[in-house]
């Protein structure tokens, strides 16, 4: 069993950057690659970034591309999104995902636990 936490949101001005962290349990992180989703008022749930077991290989979705990165500490249990150059449309609730697999996915049907998320607000 894998919990997760997450921190780091907030309120920011447009153009403005936020890290988000997420926190987790256990002593199998390092094998879990890890995923970013996000879900805006009435709309459904969408891929961010995911990254692989060790942090060698992300991917992302193409309206965050060159704005939001994501990176791993293993050591600290830890998954980072740095979002620079934020939008008003990156307004949403960001959640952390952990999959039993050492590849990454963009499909959260393929995540095996979930954080509670955190706010993003993007003021313009």
């Known amino acids: 069993q894998v919990q997760l936490v997450e921190s780091g949101g907030g309120l920011v001005q447009a153009g403005g950057s936020l890290r988000l962290s997420c926190a987790a349990s256990g002593r199998t992180f390092s094998s879990y690659a890890m995923g970013w989703f996000r879900q805006a008022p009435g709309k459904e749930r969408e891929f961010v970034a995911a990254i692989n077991w060790s942090g060698g290989s992300s991917i992302y979705a193409d309206s965050v591309k060159g704005r939001l990165t994501m990176s791993r500490d293993n050591a600290k249990n830890t998954v980072y999104l740095q979002m620079n150059s934020l939008k008003p449309e990156d307004t949403a609730v960001y959640y952390c995902?952990?999959?039993?697999?050492?590849?990454?996915?963009?499909?959260?049907?393929?995540?095996?636990?979930w954080g509670q998320g955190t706010q993003v607000t993007v003021s313009s």
């Open positions: 995902a952990a999959r039993k697999y050492y590849s990454s996915n963009i499909d959260q049907a393929r995540y095996d636990y």
